[in-house]
């Protein structure tokens, strides 16, 4: 744990987790620190589920880092999930996901698709969730130029973060 630098009247500490956060310009300092094979995943992890939890446990067991790299809040919005979405902003997502046993690092990506994010990181295996046909992805390419591998692993059937929307709001207007 670390000290906060501001405001508290007591000593305190900021969580350990927060060291996972990662701008793309301190990419190029951290990647190195990683143990190989690193995995990468991506996506925007908007209320954290347990799909969500046991597709990013799966994602770190076929390497021996996980980098998850998510939408930032304009990405999200262009993915056409809603007008109101995302439900939680790209720092609070990136939080959750960081205080994760299964992440290493944690970053974020404005553009529509990792590309460039991934062609910066080179990762041994790209990772998506079950409910994605790999081959149709522009990152499968791209992933297999430099020797890696793309895959899915298990979509947890009955777990979505749209889903999870559709159900709260008939809740709350019934």
């Not at 500490?13 to 793309?24: E, G, N, S, V």
């Not at 993915?79 to 939080?95: S, T």
Request: with cysteine.
């Amino acid at each position: 744990m670390r000290e906060l630098p501001f405001f508290c009247p007591s000593p305190a500490t900021t969580p350990d987790y927060l060291d996972k956060l990662c701008t793309r310009d301190t990419l190029p300092i951290r990647l190195p620190r990683l143990a190989r094979p690193l995995v990468f995943t991506n996506g925007v992890f908007d209320i954290l589920h347990r799909g969500h939890v046991q597709y990013l446990a799966q994602a770190h067991s076929l390497g021996q880092s996980l980098l998850v790299a998510l939408n930032t809040d304009a990405s999200v919005r262009r993915l056409g999930k809603g007008a109101d979405r995302p439900l939680h902003a790209e720092r609070d997502r990136a939080e959750v996901i960081a205080a994760l046993a299964s992440t290493d690092l944690v970053t974020w990506f404005d553009e529509d698709t990792p590309l460039a994010l991934l062609e910066l990181v080179r990762p041994e295996i790209y990772v998506k969730g079950g409910d994605y046909d790999v081959e149709t992805l522009p990152e499968t390419p791209l992933v297999r130029s430099w020797g890696g591998t793309a895959l899915t692993v298990p979509f947890v059937t009955g777990y979505s973060t749209t889903t999870l929307v559709q159900r709260i709001r008939a809740a709350t207007q019934g």
